[in-house]
């Protein structure tokens, strides 16, 4: 078992299983309990990490990366 394997058995055990209905519903919905809604916000993506060049500038500065 990897380390991201391991990581998401944790917190499988710590925050529960969603139910199938609730997974295939989409976006959060005010019926879900407070720790469905936590593990999916945990497991969110903000689109403004996803420009590497931006992270990279972020990261060694703009002198670095040209």
């Known amino acids: 078992?990897?380390?991201v394997d391991r990581a998401?058995?944790?917190?499988?055990l710590?925050?529960?299983d969603?139910?199938?209905?609730?997974?295939e519903a989409g976006p959060s919905q005010p019926s879900e309990p407070?720790?469905?809604m936590a593990f999916r916000s945990l497991l969110s993506v903000d689109?403004?990490?996803?420009d590497a060049d931006a992270e990279l500038r972020r990261f060694?500065?703009?002198k670095v990366v040209s």
């Open 14 to 16: 710590k925050y529960g």
């Open 60 to 62: 060694f500065g703009s």
């Open 47 to 50: 689109p403004k990490n996803l």
């Open 34 to 36: 407070r720790s469905v």
């Open 8 to 12: 998401l058995a944790e917190l499988k």
């Open 18 to 23: 969603a139910p199938e209905a609730e997974a």
């Open 1 to 3: 078992m990897d380390e």
